[in-house]
């Protein structure tokens, strides 16, 4: 299991690498004149936290962290790049109007963290720039914990903890940051490769053995109802689904999928005001949405849905709009020329 998480982090280390090459030859070469189609329609960027910079030695959640400044500056650059702003759940019929050449670009946050509030919106407001926060609605009302946020505060502030993977307690040592890193990563891959529910709980115990509170996590960092009815009095915001305990949809039954969506609409619909009609896959990944997620989806109603797999809008776009590609907005490539390179479509040719 340790060389599994080893070579886990070295992939990681060798894409972060690769994907910071590839922007800086884009950015700087001015490739992106060359082949204009690439660019499409625009783009949907996806945000997590943002936030100032947190001066931690060890984060491996790094990559779903931007500061407000960056954010400010990705807003310019992509105006810069002549893309137009638009609410998400407007983008089907923009892009279904013939009439209508412009590029779009919609800015989505997922999970509805507190800092989307304090930090987010007034860069939005700001710019003018519309958004959707989409919301799971388990940890709006406490009833679920979000493993990734514990599983950093546990590795960051244990030396050695106790957790069992399936067979016996293991006692997994996170002394030095790179144990903690390998440490992070074995949780990763336990939740992705066993009965996430399990594994969640599992996390949960063994942080609070450790003396980490993952409850008190959720309730740091989380909006709640009330904190939720007031920003979307603002009308650049609107909330979307992000079903109800954060699961990977590709791993649940039928039965679960439909209740994931449909409960998590009505929920969101509580706290806005309003059903929603735009709806973010967790995970995203080609592990966690295919084509029976993606028609779940526009079963349940929402005209309009994510992933995190990475594009931009074209023809395509149309014919599949319950599994759009998204473009994020990653705390490790926080500059503003990448956000032009990303905005010519080039990377994504060469994924």
Request: proline share 5%.
């Amino acid at each position: 299991m340790m060389s599994q998480s080893l070579r886990s982090a070295a992939r990681r280390s060798v894409k972060h690498l690769l994907i910071q090459a590839g922007l800086e030859v884009v950015a700087l070469s001015g490739a992106g004149r060359l082949i204009p189609s690439a660019a499409g329609r625009g783009m949907i960027f996806t945000l997590h936290h943002v936030r100032p910079v947190r001066n931690h030695d060890f984060e491996p959640n790094a990559h779903l962290s931007i500061t407000p400044e960056f954010l400010d500056q990705a807003i310019v650059a992509a105006r810069r790049c002549g893309l137009h702003p638009v609410h998400l759940e407007d983008l089907p019929g923009l892009l279904a109007d013939q009439s209508d050449t412009r590029k779009f670009m919609c800015f989505t946050l997922d999970d509805g963290y507190r800092d989307n509030a304090k930090y987010a919106a007034p860069v939005f407001r700001k710019h003018g720039v519309p958004c959707t926060i989409f919301i799971t609605p388990g940890f709006v009302e406490r009833s679920r914990t979000m493993w990734w946020e514990t599983a950093e505060e546990l590795t960051r502030a244990a030396s050695s903890f106790a957790f069992d993977f399936g067979r016996r307690a293991d006692n997994v040592r996170c002394a030095s940051r790179l144990e903690k890193f390998l440490a992070f990563e074995r949780l990763a891959d336990f939740v992705e490769n066993t009965d996430e529910d399990e594994a969640v709980a599992r996390i949960d115990l063994a942080a609070k053995a450790a003396g980490v509170d993952p409850e008190l996590i959720v309730d740091r960092e989380i909006m709640t109802a009330g904190e939720l009815q007031t920003l979307v009095a603002d009308p650049l915001v609107r909330l979307g689904a992000h079903t109800i305990t954060h699961p990977n949809l590709a791993r649940v039954s039928e039965q679960r999928l439909k209740q994931e969506l449909e409960q998590s609409a009505t929920r969101v619909a509580g706290y806005s005001g309003h059903v929603p009609k735009a709806f973010a896959h967790p995970y995203g990944g080609k592990h966690a949405v295919g084509p029976r997620e993606a028609r779940a989806a526009a079963e349940t109603g929402f005209t309009v849905a994510v992933t995190t797999q990475p594009g931009v809008l074209n023809s395509e776009s149309l014919a599949r709009p319950t599994a759009l590609a998204r473009v994020s907005l990653n705390g490790h490539y926080q500059k503003s020329r990448y956000v032009e390179a990303l905005a010519t479509g080039l990377p994504f040719k060469l994924m």
